[in-house]
Nanobody
Framework: QVQLVESGGGLVQAGSSLRLSCAAS????????MAWFRQAPGKEREFVGG???????DHADSGKGRVAISRDSAKNTVYLQMNSLNPEDTAVYSC?????????????????????WGQGTQVTVSS
């Protein structure tokens, strides 16, 4: 059974940093892109950032300069480092993994590009 389990969320003050982790089990995702999405109350799920098998990353404009994606293929884990958090970053953050397009050169930006999803971890940023 494939599982993606996020951790590292919580309540932080504006200006703080957080590092989220997503540990995958049940199969290896090293050949596939993995990504982070977030969903705030009343809003659509949106792309935060992702990483290809080779380490190429892509980020949403809202996070550029504040967000870094990395992965440890040996641990089947992807990370999301977020700095200078602000209240607009408050959301449930979910990781996702593709399972159909190995060794791709680009990170899918749409939710339809991913077949496996974690349950999400809440990030709340207070002002």
């Amino acid at each position: 059974q494939v599982q993606l389990v996020e951790s590292g969320g919580g309540l932080v003050q504006a200006g703080s940093s957080l590092r989220l982790s997503c540990a995958a089990s049940g199969r290896t995702f090293s050949p596939y892109p993995m990504a982070w999405f977030r969903q705030a109350p009343g809003k659509e799920r949106e792309f935060v950032g992702g990483i290809t098998y080779s380490g190429r990353t892509d980020h949403a404009d809202s996070g550029k300069g504040r967000v870094a994606i990395s992965r440890d293929s040996a641990k089947n884990t992807v990370y999301l480092q977020m700095n200078s958090l602000n209240p607009e970053d408050t959301a449930v953050y979910s990781c996702a993994a593709d399972h159909l397009s190995p060794y791709g050169a680009y990170v899918p930006l749409q939710t339809s590009g991913y077949g496996y999803w974690g349950q999400g971890t809440q990030v709340t940023v207070s002002s």
